[in-house]
């Protein structure tokens, strides 16, 4: 995971919107994938762009790619308690292994 | 589709001893894939088979680990002489390779190994 960044914690207050930001290496990477995990469980696919794709947008996902800075964001909007969780980014490399940043936990507050 | 599938969920074992964990992928997924989690860290890519071939292995995977799929289908990973080190949780994915995303991998809920 150490080509994918991500920042580490996030707080955000219930109804407000999250955004998690995410920088990879790998130009070459083909799809970019935003997945959540609770605590103890595995990983639930949230949501993947095409990297010439900018934005795609699922209910109350949008996704963001800025291929020229290498930087992908994940906005949640109206943001809810089941949002709390950990967040992970990952590039596709080579069209069969994913390369995961460490994690963004969010925490949404009442 | 009853998605991805691992047993066991929890395994607890003594410092050198073997343990085997099992993962059934989605029934019509050709790839299947195993990723190591330490905690606080994200998931790190240890195997990929396509079918019944180990197509990729990575350096993580030491010679105490092996992983099979011998029919194409389930897919077993033993690791031999269990150190402390290897205390972690193992995940398995899968995804069809051919169609368009086809890294797009869907992963289990994960088994996680204690090492005393």
């Known amino acids: 995971g150490e080509d994918v960044e991500q920042s580490l914690f996030l707080s955000v207050r219930e109804g407000d919107s999250s955004v998690i930001n995410c920088t990879y290496t790998?130009?070459?990477?083909?799809?970019l994938y935003w997945y959540k995990q609770e605590p103890g469980a595995g990983l639930q696919l949230l949501t993947y762009?095409?990297?010439?794709?900018d934005m795609k947008q699922d209910q109350r996902l949008t996704v963001l790619l800025n291929k020229k800075d290498k930087h992908l964001s994940l906005r949640i909007a109206d943001t809810q308690t089941g949002d709390s969780a950990i967040y992970f980014c990952?590039?596709?490399?080579?069209?069969?292994?994913?390369?995961f940043g460490a994690g963004t936990t969010v925490t949404v507050r009442a | 589709d009853t998605g991805v599938s691992q047993d066991p969920r929890h395994k607890i074992t003594k410092r050198g001893q073997n343990v085997t964990f099992r993962c059934d992928p989605i029934?019509?997924?050709?790839?299947l894939y195993w990723y190591r989690q330490t905690l606080g860290q994200g998931p790190e890519f240890l195997t990929y088979?396509?079918?019944?071939?180990?197509?990729?292995k990575s350096r993580l995977l030491s010679d105490r680990f092996s992983a099979e799929r011998p029919k194409g289908s389930f897919s077993t990973l033993e690791i031999q002489r269990t150190e402390q080190g290897d205390s972690a949780m193992y995940l398995c994915?899968?995804?069809?390779?051919?169609?368009?995303?086809?890294?797009?991998?869907?992963f289990g809920p994960g088994t996680r190994l204690l090492v005393l």
């Open positions: 994915a899968s995804s069809k390779a051919g169609t368009s995303g086809s890294t797009t991998q869907y």
């Open positions: 790998d130009s070459s990477s083909t799809y």
């Open positions: 762009i095409f990297s010439n794709m």
């Open positions: 990952a590039e596709s490399i080579n069209d069969y292994k994913l390369s």
């Open positions: 029934s019509e997924h050709n790839r």
């Open positions: 088979f396509q079918n019944e071939a180990q197509l990729e």
